[in-house]
């Protein structure tokens, strides 16, 4: 965890580069930081303000939701029969363009509140998935998002889904996410010493870009990186492979710059990129003036994106809408088969691909033999974590013990590693290590329900039934929304 005396607007050398913070550049640019405070990034993340109070019953979870103010403090509840729970909002997450959703914390870890407010309606619903399935205050904000919605989120370990005090550097898209790290620049003022993406060339300027709005059908971190290692100006072939199935239809969450590649005015264009149409720093743009440049309107309509980049309703995320990037109305085609590297770099692995394809077959299950077939020449601990949990799965469990214990050796310690090494060696009738390591993974992911369910299973296996009462109760503690459990440990208990 950073140390709390590490200041907000300063994390320190990077690479021989240093953080100022967005503060620091207002002083020079108080004009661009105006106009950029009052754009969707400079608005994508805040801290929680006064919030009109709301109700949501959900008859299919069978709960009712409730968003409410005490001691100056905004607070989410869900209840049911026979529990209640309830946090304190710790951030908002969005522009409210479409809508805002919520963080809370629990220890030092973030996750999706269960309601959102929704612009296009004025009202509080249900967050995107939360109607499809109970996730109480359990649904983890992945690394990823909270890297594209914040400034800069402390550098973090991408398995251990952890955050430190405080949890961000900067809570709003900053400078330094487009600019660079601005210690220097600040000191000396010289435009050497910071990235202009201006400047940059096409691909390495629209990679600023790349990195949050083309989210792709499968995205894989680099051995030993995590979102924040990226650097603008650097390629982003370094932290991440992008990677894009063939679609014949449009969607439009974060896939923008495919959509724009696919459009005749970007390919015909030796010029065009993000930044034709988007000026970072403008709160609103003149799509039409930026089209006639190269187009003499016809009059027929009082915006050229009207007609030509129409804003479609978003399947995820109800009430939502974004922008077609595609400049077309013309249908797509798929011409190929597989995925294929989006950001340019160098040619995939074994390792990646069977990762990407991984991601990518819960969609497309007819990928699942190029999955299995990178997996057999994959090295790494994520290959070793996946062999083991596949050797799990048909029974081979003292196979699956050396793979697994591998994959946490090589450094893969995320919570569904330890579940299954622990589920390996239960049903080898070695409880005592298989508590072990489940206690291990509660270390590393101390609100996962797997983890606690194993621990309690554990002790039951050992006969230690009062310690297994004790687990039960801890888990109905942390997660009240379980009614099974609930009413389980009721029975174990005797409670009426």
């Known amino acids: 965890m950073v140390a709390r005396a590490v200041a907000i607007l300063a994390l320190g050398a990077v690479a021989g580069q240093e953080f100022a913070g967005s503060r620091a550049c207002t002083p020079c640019h108080k004009d661009v930081a105006a106009r950029y405070a009052k754009s969707g990034m400079g608005r994508s993340m805040s801290a929680v303000g006064v919030l009109p109070p709301g109700r949501v019953e959900s008859a299919p979870l069978k709960r009712v939701f409730e968003v409410f103010a005490r001691d100056g403090r905004m607070f989410q509840r869900e209840s049911g029969e026979g529990f209640a729970h309830e946090q304190p909002l710790a951030y908002a997450i969005g522009s409210g363009s479409n809508g805002v959703s919520y963080a809370v914390r629990r220890g030092d870890h973030l996750f999706q509140a269960p309601l959102s407010w929704y612009s296009k309606t004025s009202s509080w619903e249900l967050s995107p998935g939360y109607e499809h399935a109970d996730y109480g205050f359990n649904r983890p904000l992945a690394s990823g998002c909270i890297a594209c919605h914040s400034g800069r989120p402390r550098p973090v370990p991408q398995s251990s889904g952890r955050f430190a005090e405080p949890p961000f550097a900067e809570l709003a898209i900053g400078c330094e996410n487009c600019h660079g790290p ?165 040619a995939p692995d074994a390792s990646t691909l069977f990762q990407a394809y991984g991601q990518a077959m819960d969609k497309r299950p007819e990928f699942a033999a190029l999955f299995e077939e990178n997996l057999a020449r994959a090295n790494g601990p994520i290959a070793l974590a996946t062999r083991g949990r596949a050797a799990l799965r048909r029974g081979a469990f003292a196979e699956a013990v050396p793979l697994l214990r591998g994959a946490l050796e090589g450094g893969y310690r995320v919570a569904a590693t330890f579940e299954d090494l622990g589920d390996a060696l239960g049903r080898l009738g070695q409880p005592e290590e298989s508590l072990a390591v489940l206690r291990e993974g509660l270390a590393v992911a101390p609100f996962s329900q797997t983890l606690h369910k194993s621990v309690a299973l554990r002790h039951i296996q050992r006969k230690d039934y009062a310690a297994a009462n004790s687990a039960l109760e801890e888990y109905v503690r942390l997660f009240p929304e379980d009614d099974f459990v609930r009413r389980l440990l009721k029975q174990v208990s005797g409670q009426p």
């Open 182 to 346: 601005g210690a220097r620049h600040a000191r000396s003022a010289r435009r050497t010493e910071i990235v202009n993406p201006a400047r940059l060339p096409r691909a390495r300027a629209e990679e600023i870009c790349m990195q949050c709005h083309q989210g792709g059908d499968a995205r894989v971190l680099m051995p030993g990186k995590v979102e924040t290692d990226f650097r603008p100006g650097r390629a982003l072939s370094e932290i991440v492979a992008i990677f894009q199935a063939p679609r014949v239809e449009d969607t439009d969450l974060l896939q923008h710059h495919e959509a724009m590649r696919e459009s005749a005015c970007f390919q015909k264009s030796e010029g065009m990129s993000c930044h034709t149409c988007h000026n970072p720093h403008a709160a609103k743009v003149d799509h039409n003036a930026t089209c006639g440049t190269c187009h003499k309107p016809h009059g027929k309509g009082p915006d050229c994106v009207q007609c030509h980049m129409p804003k479609r309703a978003i399947g995820l995320i109800a009430h939502s809408a974004l922008t077609n990037h595609r400049i077309s109305l013309k249908p797509r085609t798929a011409a190929r088969r597989g995925l294929a590297l989006f950001n340019a770099g160098p």
